[in-house]
């Protein structure tokens, strides 16, 4: 499809042009409005099958000009879902050095520093996500929260490689490792509603699962995400900073958000 960005001629309020579905119903992100979210006792805990991967496992780490993305192996996969999901890849949105708010979801009003993303295929029914990806049950997306404070030596396994994915295309390999350790410790505790691919073609697909507690990472790890990336490939003159890869929160079109905890 047609190039997109997140601001200027080919910013979000244009993805529509291109891609229909991004001016469709059922979009992502959304805000997480206290007086609309529904307690449902059947939310089970997210259980993680197959994701602490050996060291021996090589996965890619690369910048596609929208979002770094970590390859992961579809042997990963989740349970306590209606299906099977397998996983894909994961990949985070975050905002600008110096505005550090980036989530797409917000919980309240309130945005988040980044958000991480981790994209499942339902494998039970789809051979491979690119068939999966326009399908109304094809996709599951875990969502996390990402607060700047804390080290969090979990992401280093991945964030101290981002010098080499500077610019778009650019691609190195990271070994495996304990990708649970980037989750936080509540699997038990997450918002659940029907929406969208934040970004296009913005199918109606996903099985939308946001976990309610953040995880921690320094300003130091902060910043090797918003600072030091390009949307830009590596020959073009003028190198465009990869920042503020957040979608606005969309309309909930009468959307019920459920959640699994009380308080
Ligand atoms: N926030 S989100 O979870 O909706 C989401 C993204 F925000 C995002 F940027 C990407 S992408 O692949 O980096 C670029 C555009 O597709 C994907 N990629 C998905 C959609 C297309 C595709 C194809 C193969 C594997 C993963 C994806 C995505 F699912
Ligand atoms: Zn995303």
């Known amino acids: 499809g047609g190039k997109w960005t997140y601001d200027g001629p080919d910013g979000e309020h244009h993805w529509s042009r ?10 992502s992100p959304i805000n997480f409005q206290p007086e609309l979210l529904r307690f449902d006792p059947n939310l089970l805990p997210i259980q993680l099958q197959d994701y602490n ?5 090589q996965l ?8 770094v993305l970590l390859s992961l192996p579809s042997r990963m996969h989740l349970t306590g879902l209606p299906h099977r999901y397998s996983a894909a890849q994961l990949h985070f949105h975050w905002g600008s050095s110096n505005t550090p708010v980036g989530s797409e979801h917000t919980v309240d009003g309130k945005q988040f520093g980044a958000e991480m993303h981790l994209v499942h295929f339902n494998s039970a029914k789809y051979p491979n996500i690119s068939t999966a990806l326009d399908k109304s049950d094809g996709l599951a997306v875990l969502g996390v929260f990402i607060e700047v404070g804390e080290y969090n030596p979990a992401f280093d396994r ?22 649970r350790e980037l989750l936080p410790a509540r699997l038990d505790e997450y918002y659940r509603y029907d929406g969208s691919l934040t970004t296009p073609p913005c199918f109606p697909s996903v099985l939308w699962t946001v976990f309610r507690n953040p995880v921690s990472i320094s300003l130091r790890q902060y910043l090797a995400l918003a600072s030091a990336l390009f ?30 905890f009380q308080q």
């Open 231 to 260: 949307s830009s490939h590596a020959q073009e003159a003028a190198p465009m900073p990869l920042l503020g890869n957040y979608r606005k929160t969309q309309l909930m079109d009468n959307r019920v958000v459920l959640v699994s």
């Open 18 to 27: 291109n891609f229909p579905y991004c001016g469709g119903a059922f979009q």
């Open 53 to 57: 991967l050996s060291t021996k496992e």
């Open 60 to 67: 890619t780490l690369s910048n596609n000009g929208h979002s």
């Open 158 to 179: 991945f964030l101290k490689y981002v010098n080499g994915i500077k610019y778009n295309g650019q691609k190195v390999q990271v070994a495996g490792f304990n990708v």
